[in-house]
């Protein structure tokens, strides 16, 4: 459950609501469902449109990315010789 409601919970919450708009109950949850549905469809847009304009910054002047200066054949790791074993 969403909200950890239990059965008891949402049978009360379900009496509250009968009660409160009565006949109107269909017309309100109708109402309510699409209005999640327009904000679904509204995040979803916003979405593509900021994934469409996204450019990545360019590089400063003069940077190259790192280069390995070794490389090996061997998957183990190197020991860095700084390290201490304790």
Not at 9 to 29: H, K, N, Y
């Amino acid at each position: 459950m969403p909200f950890n409601l239990s059965t008891g919970e949402l049978l009360v919450l379900l009496l509250v609501a009968v009660v409160v708009f009565g006949g109107r109950l269909p017309t309100v949850a109708r109402k309510v469902g699409s209005t999640i549905s327009e904000f679904k469809r509204g995040m979803r847009d916003e979405v593509r449109r900021m994934e469409h304009d996204f450019t990545p910054p360019a590089p400063p002047p003069g940077w190259s990315p790192p280069q390995d200066p070794e490389p090996r054949d061997d998957p183990e790791p190197r020991e860095d010789p700084g390290r201490t074993g304790k």
